[in-house]
């Protein structure tokens, strides 16, 4: 079962959750398609609770306007074990590109994300893929699940990743410990403060999405850039004179 199977949300109060106000947070011309988010998680088991909690944010920001996609690492190969043109990695990194904003959801291992997070954002590349950067300028919201008791390593990690692509990371995040106690028989949240606090990280996501995805390139265009890109002309030019 996905989560658009059930879209329910029993632990909201309805007259609490608000609908996202895009006129608050936008200008003249804004665009006025659904914000389009990716989703990863990082476990293959069959009882993930990274998977569950991903599931549970996407229906959360479904019911607060987004067009979702949940990514499934099942079948992505280690970095560099294959070639880029892998079938899931082309899937991975095309819908990165189709995205606007992201969500990543990790459990703790060994005090640190694991292994198939890390893998999926390795496969994101630096380097503009068809003249566009497969992650810049992209908001981003981070969660974790935890064994034991509350842990941030993996969203501290995974913080430092978001900035490293160029993402605007939001303030929020969610954390919760002992996961194996707030979900039930069929992988639902219970409902917690730690369930409230995914609500408010999947209402922020959107705001900060809705607030700079038309102005992304804007607040990523750098000097730096401006500057190398100028010398590259320059340099094309004076191979021709030669």
């Given at each position: 079962m996905t989560w658009k199977d059930d879209l329910s949300l029993p632990n909201v109060q309805d007259d609490l959750l608000n609908a996202i106000d895009v006129d608050a947070l936008t200008g003249p011309n804004a665009s006025t398609h659904k914000p389009r988010v990716l989703m990863l998680y990082g476990s293959?088991?069959?009882?993930?609770y990274s998977r569950f909690m991903t599931y549970e944010?996407?229906?959360l920001l479904h019911r607060f306007g987004a067009e979702v996609r949940v990514f499934d690492p099942q079948g992505l190969p280690m970095l560099d074990s294959e070639p880029a043109d892998h079938p899931k990695v082309q899937e991975l990194r095309e819908l990165s590109l189709w995205s606007e904003a992201q969500v990543w959801c990790s459990p703790e291992r060994h005090g640190a994300m694991t292994g198939?997070?890390?893998t999926q954002i390795d496969w994101l590349p630096l380097a503009p893929i068809g003249g566009i950067r497969p992650t810049?300028?992209?908001t981003l919201a981070v969660m974790q699940v935890n064994g034991g008791s509350q842990s941030f390593n993996a969203v501290n990690q995974m913080r430092i990743l978001g900035?490293?692509?160029r993402m605007i990371t939001i303030p929020n995040q969610s954390s919760v410990p002992k996961a194996w106690l707030e979900f039930d028989d069929d992988g639902r949240?219970?409902?917690s403060s730690y369930y409230n606090r995914v609500v408010?990280?999947?209402?922020?996501?959107m705001k900060f999405t809705i607030l700079t995805r038309d102005r992304s390139a804007y607040l990523t265009d750098r000097y730096s850039e401006r500057v190398e890109s100028v010398e590259e002309v320059h340099k094309r030019v004076g191979l021709k004179n030669i």
């Open positions: 293959l088991r069959e009882r993930s944010a996407a229906r198939i997070m890390k810049q300028g992209r900035r490293w692509m949240m219970k409902p408010d990280v999947m209402e922020e996501l």
